[in-house]
């Protein structure tokens, strides 16, 4: 595994906890499977993933374990957290240059292989932080977004085949809520990636029910008038407040 793949990790700005699970996973992923950069080069990620997947109805029919780890515990969650841990080192991979990402393994890359001068990359750059503040500010208190949604996802981003879910919750219901953050104003793509994080989860478990959160800035007219026909989703916008205070 690379050197510098935990400096990426914590220039996202996940905790030392989430830093550190994510190096474990990826490190016994690699142990079993080989050497990940070479794997993700050679373009065998997406069987890798498949191998990784193991779904509630796979539980529920006792089928064997798909992959070469023997995970000891509940099978399915062990998988599901090896399955981000590859994940995440694949999107790390693809902001080094290191080759193309699926869009399957992770359609939410932090990063694009482009000069660091280049202007572009900088307002990426500024709206994965605003990204990246927006889930922190909501994984402190998760109610203001909705009462009674309660964050399931144990702190960190799941991994899904279409990719990363932002912030995984259970409504007051019990249903499954996907939220999707967006910084400034989103386009109409949002509805197809939020959609695709849903419909991955039915997949898994289709006695489940899900629904989704988007939250942006603003939304333009194509999105509002997408989401009014599809009432599983729901649009929330955003504020940013700033505080003054004399300097002591």
């Known amino acids: 595994m690379r050197e510098d793949y935990k400096r990426w990790l914590v220039e996202q700005g996940y905790s030392d906890q989430s830093v550190a699970g994510w190096i474990t996973c990826a490190n016994r992923v690699e142990k079993a499977y080989g050497n990940l950069e070479d794997l993700f080069a050679a373009g065998g990620y997406p069987s890798l993933i ?6 509630t109805e796979d539980a529920r029919r006792k089928r064997p374990n798909p992959s070469r780890i023997q995970p000891g515990g509940d099978l399915r969650k062990t998988l599901a957290s090896y399955k981000t841990g590859a994940g995440h ?7 080094a240059g290191s080759g193309p990402l699926d869009p399957g393994i992770a359609s939410q890359t932090p990063t694009a292989a482009a000069p660091l001068i280049d202007d572009s990359a900088s307002v990426e750059k500024q709206r994965l932080s605003l990204e ?8 402190r208190d998760i109610a203001q977004l909705e009462p009674g949604l309660r964050i399931i996802d144990d702190g960190a981003e799941r991994f899904v085949t279409s990719g990363f879910i932002d912030i995984l919750c259970n409504d007051a219901e019990g249903r499954v809520v996907v939220v999707e953050l967006k910084a400034g104003k989103s386009d109409p793509r949002v509805i197809g990636q939020t959609l695709g ?52």
């Open 197 to 248: 994080y849903m419909g991955d989860l039915m997949e898994d478990d289709p006695a489940q029910t899900v629904r989704g959160i988007i939250v942006a800035h603003d939304f333009d007219q194509r999105t509002r008038s997408a989401v009014r026909a599809t009432p599983q989703l729901r649009l929330y916008t955003y504020a940013v407040a700033f505080s003054f205070r004399p300097l002591e």
């Open 89 to 95: 080192y694949a999107r790390f991979l693809a902001a």
């Open 50 to 55: 498949e191998e990784l997947t193991y779904s």
């Open 132 to 139: 990246r503040d927006m889930q922190t500010a909501l994984r």
